[in-house]
């Protein structure tokens, strides 16, 4: 158990991080020891993790990470009760996935920063014979490999289910988090090193992945999930296409689905290459697999046209809401709002090969089309509620990103 108190935690957080090149090294290992009386002793962390707790510290310090106030002052309560402990890992695990996203630390300290992330993340995880019914915000966020301040933000936002403690702690009922088939998390976290082993350090954007899909086919097949995110995900494993996937996977805050051409598009340019990167079918089947209650046949929908209007020529150059309507059996009178300030489906504003994927959005009930293609589907309302939100916007409002 620690003997330092707050105060002094405080000092020797400030020492370390504030300290030249020639006293850093054995500080750091001072700062480990700390971590690891402080929190290991309450996450039953015995013999076994110094290493781990010593690489966490590096890693951290080497990203440019270790200086952040929240690890800061999550560092100074981490003593005081088992929560505020829970908390401390929990930021430990987020920023380690965070390093793990810096391309100028070079692939292996990337990976060892997921193995690291995973490490901290299993002992909130491990199954134990008993299956608690509430959770606390550090364990939620290991859970999910955010901060427990995005937590916080879940649940006053409405989006988690909590009830606040009369000493001002929240706790969760697990039951909530348990909906469904979970996605197994060492699968995942497994198949993110293997994608990143594969990638290597060539770095590429979500814009820059979604042109290339579009230059080697004019119109992309867009969902909810649409074919430039799975495609995103599968490149940048470390990135918010990633999270959004694992989120929906779970069936946390979202509700996600694809479609089934978005799903064959997403296999036809993975096995073309994505970003300089050629993947082959078995790691395109073991990404699916690991997302498989996303991609589970009652997710995937269909649409009710083909890729383009050729039979129902008299919708061109229409809006792309009255389009749509009659499309999906004239039930949504929302989409017929404010046509004349609504794309039509005409060269140059909506292109006819992308009607299907909203007609399909419409017929399953979306509220939002997530896609990184702002050529073709740029982000705002569509028609009537429906909205077109890129992933790293859709990540900032669910305080992930």
Same mark, same amino acid.
């Given at each position: 158990?620690?003997?330092?108190?707050?105060s002094?935690?405080?000092?020797?957080w400030?020492t370390?991080?504030?300290?030249?090149?020639?006293?850093?090294?054995?500080?750091?290992?001072?700062?480990?020891?700390?971590?690891?009386?402080s929190?290991?002793?309450?996450?039953?962390?015995?013999?076994?993790?110094?290493?781990?707790?010593?690489?966490?510290? #590096? %890693?951290?310090?080497e990203?440019?990470?270790? /200086?952040? =106030?929240?690890?800061?002052?999550a560092? &100074?309560? !981490?003593? @005081?009760?088992?929560?505020?402990?829970?908390?401390?890992?929990?930021?430990?695990a987020?920023?380690?996935?965070?390093?793990?996203?810096?391309?100028?630390?070079?692939?292996?300290?990337?990976l060892?920063?997921?193995?690291?992330?995973?490490?901290?993340?299993?002992?909130?995880?491990?199954?134990?014979?008993?299956?608690?019914?509430?959770?606390?915000?550090?364990?939620?966020?290991?859970?999910?490999?955010?901060?427990?301040?995005?937590?916080?933000k879940?649940?006053?936002?409405?989006?988690?289910?909590?009830?606040?403690?009369?000493?001002?702690?929240?706790?969760?009922?697990a039951?909530?988090?348990?909906?469904?088939?979970?996605?197994?998390?060492?699968?995942?976290? #497994? %198949?993110?090193?293997?994608?990143?082993?594969? /990638?290597? =350090?060539t770095?590429?954007s979500?814009? &820059?992945? !979604?042109? @290339?899909?579009?230059?080697?086919?004019?119109?992309?097949?867009?969902v909810?999930?649409d074919?430039?995110?799975?495609?995103?995900?599968l490149?940048k494993?470390?990135?918010?296409?990633?999270?959004?996937?694992?989120?929906?996977?779970?069936?946390?805050?979202?509700?996600?689905?694809?479609?089934?051409?978005?799903?064959?598009?997403?296999?036809?340019?993975?096995?073309a290459?994505?970003?300089?990167?050629?993947?082959?079918?078995?790691?395109?089947?073991e990404?699916?697999?690991?997302?498989?209650?996303?991609?589970?046949?009652?997710?995937v929908?269909?649409?009710?046209?083909?890729?383009?209007?050729?039979?129902?020529?008299?919708?061109?150059?229409?809006?792309?809401?009255?389009?749509?309507?009659?499309?999906t059996?004239?039930?949504?009178?929302?989409?017929?709002?404010?046509?004349?300030?609504q794309?039509r489906?005409?060269?140059?504003?909506?292109?006819?090969?992308?009607v299907?994927?909203?007609a399909?959005?419409?017929?399953?009930?979306?509220?939002?089309?997530?896609?990184?293609?702002?050529?073709?589907?740029?982000?705002?309302?569509?028609?009537?509620?429906?909205?077109?939100?890129?992933?790293?916007?859709?990540?900032?409002?669910?305080?992930?990103?």
């Open positions: 158990m620690s003997i330092l108190s707050p002094d935690r405080a000092v020797l400030r370390v991080t504030t300290s030249g090149p020639g006293d850093r090294g054995p500080l750091l290992r001072v700062l480990a020891r700390e971590v690891l009386d929190v290991g002793s309450r996450l039953n962390m015995y013999a076994g993790h110094e290493d781990d707790v010593v690489a966490t510290i #590096a %890693l951290l310090d990203s440019g990470l270790l /200086g952040r =106030d929240d690890l800061r002052q560092f &100074e309560e !981490a003593g @005081e009760d088992d929560e505020h402990a829970e908390d401390m890992a929990a930021l430990l987020a920023h380690l996935g965070q390093a793990a996203e810096i391309e100028r630390l070079g692939i292996d300290t990337r060892a920063a997921l193995r690291l992330a995973a490490a901290w993340q299993q002992h909130f995880t491990e199954p134990t014979l008993a299956r608690p019914e509430w959770l606390t915000a550090g364990q939620v966020a290991a859970r999910y490999g955010v901060t427990p301040q995005a937590v916080y879940w649940i006053r936002s409405g989006r988690v289910e909590a009830e606040q403690t009369p000493g001002g702690s929240w706790r969760l009922p039951s909530q988090f348990e909906r469904g088939s979970r996605a197994d998390r060492r699968r995942i976290t #497994a %198949l993110k090193s293997k994608l990143l082993s594969i /990638g290597g =350090d770095d590429v979500d814009e &820059e992945l !979604a042109e @290339e899909i579009i230059e080697r086919r004019q119109s992309l097949v867009r909810c999930f074919a430039t995110v799975l495609c995103g995900a490149r494993p470390t990135g918010h296409n990633f999270r959004l996937l694992e989120l929906a996977a779970d069936g946390v805050l979202i509700d996600g689905f694809t479609t089934e051409v978005a799903g064959m598009e997403f296999v036809r340019n993975a096995l290459g994505l970003g300089g990167v050629r993947y082959d079918i078995e790691v395109i089947e990404f699916l697999d690991a997302f498989h209650p996303l991609f589970h046949p009652d997710n929908a269909l649409s009710p046209i083909g890729r383009s209007l050729t039979r129902q020529t008299w919708l061109h150059n229409r809006p792309i809401g009255e389009v749509v309507y009659h499309l059996g004239r039930t949504r009178e929302d989409l017929l709002a404010d046509l004349p300030s794309l489906v005409v060269a140059g504003e909506f292109d006819a090969y992308d299907h994927l909203v399909a959005a419409v017929a399953s009930g979306a509220d939002v089309i997530c896609s990184s293609n702002r050529r073709h589907l740029p982000e705002g309302k569509l028609a009537g509620e429906l909205q077109i939100i890129g992933p790293g916007r859709l990540g900032a409002e669910l305080g992930i990103a």
